[in-house]
């Protein structure tokens, strides 16, 4: 019934809770099932035309007069964060090759229409930022929050994993480790988001496997 070792990606995380037959105790379950997850975003990924925007070596965060960046809106484009890409191989390395913009308001539905009036918009509200942007696109894509979660299976397509909560940090803490024989986390949310993040966590998660092995 239970494996030396079981495989368990990141995504499943809140639902451990259905797994309290096979032996998670009922308390650690309702902990679990009571964590929230972080928003997802809307991201428009840009393709540049050559040489039109220079290449910055960090993110560039606009936000409109009117953006509560402790409460932000979903329902109204208040904040862009924009990552530079470089350009190929080979070409003026001073220009970036792409750019992401990416954001937490959402398109009204889910349909290619909504995306890509949530793009442009996207793009205009940018150019406040980089004039001419508009002119620089040579084209797009988009993504949201389902696009993520359809890939990655994270609900709700959440971009930082579960929200900590610094007033009660044992509340929200998610150990590499659970109760279950041979069931071990590893992401954003046992420990810290992005590509750095994540990698320290497996690291760590690593560990505790080859600890218990040495156990076995």
């Not at 996207?122 to 890939?151: H, N, Q």
């Amino acid at each position: 019934l239970y494996p030396p070792f079981f495989p368990f990606r990141e995504t499943v995380e809140r639902d451990t809770a259905g797994l309290a037959g096979a032996g998670l105790r009922k308390i650690y379950s309702k902990r679990i099932s009571g964590l929230s997850n972080t928003s997802g975003f809307f991201t428009v990924n840009i393709r540049l035309k050559e040489r039109s925007l220079k290449y910055l070596d960090r993110n560039v965060y606009i936000h409109s007069e009117e953006a509560d960046l402790w409460n932000p809106r979903a329902d109204r484009l208040e904040s862009v964060m924009v990552s530079f890409g470089p350009s190929e191989e080979g070409t003026a390395p001073e220009y970036a090759g792409s750019i992401d913009l990416l954001t937490r308001t959402l398109p009204k539905d889910n349909s290619i229409a909504a995306r890509k009036a949530l793009a442009e918009e996207c793009i205009r509200f940018v150019s406040g930022r980089f004039p001419g942007l508009v002119d620089m696109v040579e084209a797009f894509w988009t993504s949201t929050p389902s696009t993520y979660e359809k890939f990655t299976s994270i609900p709700g397509g959440s971009a930082y994993g579960t929200i900590k909560d610094w007033r009660s940090p044992e509340t929200t803490f998610l150990s590499s480790r659970t109760p279950l024989r041979g069931l071990f986390l590893a992401g954003g949310s046992p420990g810290l988001h992005g590509v750095f993040g994540v990698t320290m966590t497996s690291y760590r998660t690593l560990d505790e496997i080859l600890s218990s092995e040495n156990n076995i």
